[in-house]
């Protein structure tokens, strides 16, 4: 062999013959095949495996795109880079492209989340504010596409530089859909399958217009502050109950309270009387519910009307005050705060009267009489 043929062995020898790209790593996206001086020779292999994609990309310009497969590269295999080189009779001399390796599977269990809350407004609780978060998963549908419009000269993308954008993405499309949902606020948290195929629904055109696929999308969580959280469930508890019932029960607790606070032991057992009036009614409300056909059918006693205590208006320094009652207008006397020409006034008298005169007050008066002087 002559030294002209050894050095065009050696110059031929630095062309590449095969073209291949093995991934050892689980978040390449793209991979530029990198070789001396971008060149390729007229024969040379390309090897494209399952989950892969091959795009040829000539002095900016998208060319061939190649599916799985092992291809020796020639004018009837490049076609559109036979077009851009100009080659009318084909090629023999090697030729410039760039090679870009685009991975094909699927992108599984990539993570989402609202950055900041949605502000929502529900028909009874007003403006509230919630939060989501959740995975989805995506594959590249269209290589070329996504070359030109995302990776454009990087020459090793990885799905962490495409993340930012698609969780971007997710978060704007989710904030409108759940706006535009206008459900009960309850319902976001507890209807998460449906949000999610809706959104993913509404979401994959934007996906698609870079050369992505969105295959799956979850919404794992939805959720709101606990003040807010405690209100409806309340509101739910509430909702189930029968509200003239419960009016009726927290009726008759606060009548009983208030009496026992203002009226001694007669106020007392008025207020006791008067709940257990309230609570026979109720319980004639409720039987038909609990006992069925027996209930039903069984007389109620009905106890007669419990008396209405006396009520008492008595002038003091000029200014009418009370109104009290029997008990508390003797404990008045007891305490010279009234005495036997003090003017009282109840229901049913024409006019003011000096407490001496009112009948049934004369109790007092006997009490405060003192005994006659010895030898008198």
């Known amino acids: ?23 050892y790593t689980d978040d390449t996206i793209c991979h530029r095949f990198e070789r001396y001086q971008n060149e390729i020779k007229n024969g040379a292999k390309l090897i494209v495996r399952e989950g892969q994609t091959a795009v040829f990309v000539n002095e900016g310009q998208l060319a061939d795109v190649f599916e799985p497969g092992t291809y020796t590269l ?18 023999n001399s090697p030729f410039k492209a760039e090679v870009y390796f685009v991975n094909t599977h699927l992108f599984t269990d990539e993570k989402w989340g609202t950055k900041n809350p949605i502000t929502l407004n529900d028909e009874r609780f007003g403006l509230v504010e919630i939060r989501a ?39 704007t499309r989710f904030t409108d859909t759940v706006g535009e949902a206008n459900l009960p606020i309850e319902l976001y948290a507890a209807n998460t399958t449906e949000l999610s195929e809706t ?38 508890r509430i909702d189930k109950l ?23 032991t007669a106020g007392a057992g008025m207020g006791m009387g008067m709940g257990f009036v309230l609570a026979q009614q109720m319980g004639g409300l409720m039987s038909p519910q609990m006992g069925g056909q027996q209930a039903a059918t069984a ?33 008045l006397f007891a305490n010279r705060t009234v005495n036997r020409d003090t003017l009282v006034w109840k229901q049913g008298m024409a006019n003011w009267t000096a407490l001496k005169d009112v009948e049934e007050l004369k109790a007092f008066l006997g009490s405060n009489t003192p005994p006659p002087l010895p030898g008198a």
């Open 242 to 264: 029968d509200l003239d019932k419960l009016t009726k029960f927290k009726t008759a607790k606060a009548i009983e309270a208030a009496a026992a606070n203002e009226g001694g």
């Open 199 to 236: 959104c993913k629904e509404v979401m994959q055109p934007e996906f698609e217009s870079v050369g992505i696929s969105l295959e799956k999308f979850f919404i794992e969580n939805v959720s709101m502050p606990e003040d807010l959280k405690k209100e409806i469930f309340e509101y739910s």
């Open 1 to 23: 062999m002559g030294l002209f043929d050894k050095i065009k062995e050696k110059l031929t020898n630095e062309f590449i013959d095969i073209i291949e790209w093995l991934d």
């Open 133 to 171: 978060f959740g995975t989805y998963a995506f594959r590249i549908s269209d290589a070329g596409k996504f070359i030109v419009d995302i990776v454009g000269t990087d020459n090793n993308f990885t799905n962490f530089e495409i993340n930012e954008h698609l969780k971007s993405l997710i978060a």
């Open 74 to 91: 020639n004018t009837q295999n490049l076609p559109i880079l036979a077009t851009l080189k100009g080659w009318k009779y084909g090629f």
């Open 299 to 331: 007389p109620q006693a009905v106890p007669p009307p419990m008396p209405v205590a006396v009520q008492y208006y008595y002038a003091a320094k000029g200014q009418q005050a009370g109104p009290v009652t029997f008990e508390q207008l003797s404990a």
